[in-house]
C-alpha cells in the first residue's frame, strides 16, 4: 500500500514551487499526494515569513495535529520554508509543538528526502537549520500540479536589502542557475506541452552577475526565444532599478514572451522609497514606465505596494494615490506594512496606526479597481487569445488569461484546458472579462 503526502504551502510563489520539488521528491521515494490530514504518513508545512498572516495560519494548522499526532504517532510532521530558518522561530515551533518531527529551513529543501529517512530510521526530532546555501542541486526534479502553468526558478535569494524585507536574510544572497540548466528544464516542459512558463526569482534582472560569464537576463530571454514550440513566457519579479533598456527590447523581440511587466513600486513618495532602501524615486519610475510604453505600447505594467510604512504621512500617501492614477497600472497587488522581526523597518519609529493603514488601503484598493475595471471595460467587443487554465466548478465555465494577465471566463463543450482559445469579450464581471471562444488552437 502507498505511504501518502499533504504539502501545506504558504506565502508566494517561490515557495510553490519549492513545495513541488518537496512533492516531486516524495513521490520518487514512493509516497502518494493525498488531500486529508488522516489519510498522510507525512504532513509538511512549508512556511513563509514575508507576510504576517501567512506566518499565524502555518501556527494555527500545526497546532490542530496535536491530536492526530497522538492517534498516529508514526505520522511524520514536518516544518520547513523561511520561518523556520529564522532561529528564533526553529525555537518557538519546537517548544510549542513538541510533536514536530522535522524542522529544516530554506537551504536544504533539496535534501528533504534524505533528512525524512533519518528522521524515519533514528525516530528522533530533527533540527537542521544551515546558515548559509550550498551548491544549486540540479537533481530534484519537480512535480508540478499547475498544468498548463509551469514555474522555473533562474536564481535564488536577493542581495537588496529593503529596509521592510527579511527575504536576504532567509533566502541569502544572489545565487543564479547556469543558463544550460534553465534552457534544458524549458525545453522539457515545452516538450509535456506546459504552454505557459514564469520564470522565477526575488529579482530577475540581477540574473548572471553572479556567474562571472558574461550572460545576464536579456541574453537568457533571448535564447530562450530560440526555443521551438507554442507557449507564453513570463517573468517575475523584477527590481525597478535594475529593470535595463536591454531586458525590456529582450520582451520585445522575444516570440514567446507575454506583453507584461510586472514593476514593483511600493510606494510613490520618494520619501519612503528612501526609507524603504529601494534605492529610486518617483521620477525615476516615471522613466521606466515611459521607456518600457516606448518599446512596447500594449505592455500591461502591474505593481506591489505597500501602505502604513514606518512615518508615512497622508502627504506620502497621496504621492502613492496619484502615481497609481498617472501611470495606471494594469493591476496592483496591495499590501498593508506588517513590521517583520530582524529588518530595519521594524524597529523604526513612527509605527502606523492600524486604523490609519485600514483606511489607506481601503482608499487605495478603490482607486486600483476603478482602474481595473476601466481597463476590463476597454476589452469589450475585442477578441483576444486566452490560455484556458482551468474549469470553474462554482461558476461552470472556464477560465484563463490573456497575455497581459486579465482573467477572462467563458463556456466550452469540450475540455479546453491547456489550449489556446480565440475569446470574443461580450461584457465584463467587475475586473475580469465574459466572453464567447471563437476558436481553439492547439
Ligand atoms: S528586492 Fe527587496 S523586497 Fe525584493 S526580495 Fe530583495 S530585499 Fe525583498
Not at 488522516?38 to 504576517?52: G, H, L, P, Q, S
Not at 528526502?113 to 526530532?125: A, C, N
Not at 500540479?145 to 529596509?163: E, Q
Not at 483576444?384 to 467563458?410: S, W
Request: charged content about 30%; glycine content about 8%.
Amino acid at each position: 500500500m502507498n505511504k501518502h503526502y499533504l504539502i501545506h504551502t504558504y506565502g508566494c510563489q517561490m515557495n510553490v514551487h519549492e513545495s513541488e520539488k518537496i512533492a516531486g521528491i516524495l513521490r520518487d521515494m514512493g509516497y502518494a499526494a493525498c488531500e486529508r490530514s488522516e489519510e498522510a504518513d507525512v504532513i509538511v508545512f512549508n512556511t513563509c515569513c514575508v507576510r504576517e498572516n501567512a506566518e499565524q495560519h502555518a501556527f494555527g494548522n500545526i497546532g490542530m495535529l496535536k491530536k492526530l499526532k497522538k492517534e498516529n504517532p508514526g505520522l511524520v510532521v514536518a516544518v520547513c520554508g523561511c520561518m523556520t530558518q529564522q532561529g528564533r522561530f526553529a525555537e518557538k515551533l519546537g517548544e510549542t509543538f513538541p510533536y514536530v518531527d522535522m524542522i529544516i529551513g530554506t537551504y536544504n529543501i533539496d535534501k528533504f528526502g534524505e533528512l525524512l529517512e533519518k528522521t524515519l530510521s533514528t525516530k528522533k526530532r530533527l533540527i537542521e537549520i544551515l546558515d548559509k546555501n550550498g551548491e544549486i542541486s540540479e537533481d530534484v526534479k519537480p512535480f508540478r500540479s499547475s498544468f498548463p502553468n509551469a514555474w522555473v526558478n533562474i536564481m535564488y535569494g536577493c542581495n537588496n536589502f529593503c529596509t521592510y524585507c527579511i527575504v536576504p536574510y532567509v533566502r541569502g544572497r544572489e545565487r543564479s542557475r547556469k543558463p544550460e540548466n534553465i534552457l534544458n528544464e524549458i525545453k522539457g516542459l515545452v516538450k509535456d506541452g506546459y504552454k505557459e512558463i514564469t520564470l522565477l526569482g526575488q529579482n530577475v534582472n540581477s540574473y548572471g552577475k553572479d556567474l562571472g560569464s558574461g550572460v545576464n537576463f536579456a541574453c537568457l530571454l533571448d535564447e530562450i526565444g530560440k526555443i521551438d514550440g507554442c507557449f507564453r513566457l513570463r517573468f517575475m519579479s523584477n527590481h525597478p532599478k535594475d529593470l535595463t533598456e536591454d531586458v525590456v527590447l529582450a520582451v520585445k523581440r522575444n516570440k514567446h514572451a507575454c506583453r507584461a511587466i510586472h514593476l514593483p513600486v511600493q510606494s510613490g513618495s520618494d520619501r519612503i522609497l528612501s526609507l524603504m532602501n529601494r534605492r529610486y524615486d518617483g521620477k525615476q519610475i516615471r522613466e521606466k514606465v515611459a521607456m518600457i510604453r516606448k518599446h512596447i505600447p500594449d505592455c500591461a505594467i502591474t505593481t506591489d505596494l505597500i501602505v502604513g510604512f514606518p512615518t508615512e504621512t497622508d502627504e506620502d500617501f497621496s504621492d502613492t494615490l496619484a502615481m497609481v492614477k498617472e501611470i495606471r497600472f494594469d493591476g496592483a497587488f496591495t499590501f498593508v506594512y506588517s513590521p517583520r522581526e530582524g529588518t530595519k523597518a521594524a524597529v523604526m519609529d513612527g509605527q502606523i496606526e492600524p486604523e490609519i493603514k485600514k483606511a489607506r488601503i481601503m482608499k487605495l484598493v478603490d482607486v486600483q479597481n476603478g482602474i481595473n475595471r476601466d481597463i476590463s471595460a476597454e476589452y469589450v467587443g475585442k477578441t483576444v487569445e486566452i490560455l484556458v487554465e482551468d474549469y470553474d466548478e462554482k461558476r461552470k465555465c472556464y477560465l484563463g488569461r490573456d497575455e497581459r494577465g486579465r482573467m477572462a471566463y467563458f463556456n466550452s463543450d469540450s475540455n479546453i484546458i491547456g489550449k489556446f482559445a480565440e475569446v470574443e469579450i461580450t461584457s465584463t464581471g467587475g475586473m475580469s472579462l465574459i466572453g464567447n471562444v471563437v476558436s481553439i488552437k492547439g
